[in-house]
């Protein structure tokens, strides 16, 4: 048994140590806002914040996972998250929406870390989460939007 730390709560997985963290969340603890995309760490669909960090859950396995603070979609709630979310509903971001959740966890810990991001400082920290229906202006201006928005 591992013990995690996942959305504020103390939970038990019985999982092997080499399983990646997505299947854990995914699979063991039925968190399915995390999504698979490519399984390398090279598409972001299955970010996650470690410790505040975004992370590839894809990638990082549960014997690595323990003593750590995880945050999924479902277990944020704080001003950046909720401008964020606000945004994307208001500029109609989503098109398929399989990529947004990733996307929006790597938006939101842009925001936490920088409340007035310029149009590189997005593109830097969104670098390798990809969007299939090339949504990437729309997400743009919604970071942008959702700046507007913490500050209010």
């Not at 019985?14 to 699979?27: E, F, K, M, S």
């Not at 975004?54 to 323990?66: I, K, N, V």
């Amino acid at each position: 048994m591992t013990t995690l730390r996942i959305n504020g709560q103390t939970v038990q997985v019985d999982a092997t140590p080499d399983t990646p963290l997505l299947w854990v969340i995914r699979d063991h603890l039925n968190l399915t806002g995390t999504k698979f995309g490519c399984g390398v760490a090279s598409c972001g669909a299955c970010t996650i914040h470690v410790d505040g960090e975004p992370t590839r859950s894809c990638q990082f396995r549960l014997e690595d996972a323990e003593g750590v603070e995880i945050t999924t979609i479902e277990g944020q709630s704080d001003k950046a998250f909720t401008a964020v979310q606000t945004a994307w509903r208001e500029l109609d971001v989503v098109q398929c929406g399989y990529c947004q959740s990733g996307q929006i966890m790597a938006a939101t810990a842009l925001l936490r870390e920088n409340s007035k991001p310029s149009d590189e400082d997005i593109d830097d920290a969104l670098e390798g989460n990809l969007c299939r229906c090339g949504t990437y202006q729309r997400i743009r201006a919604a970071i942008h939007l959702a700046s507007e928005k913490m500050e209010a």
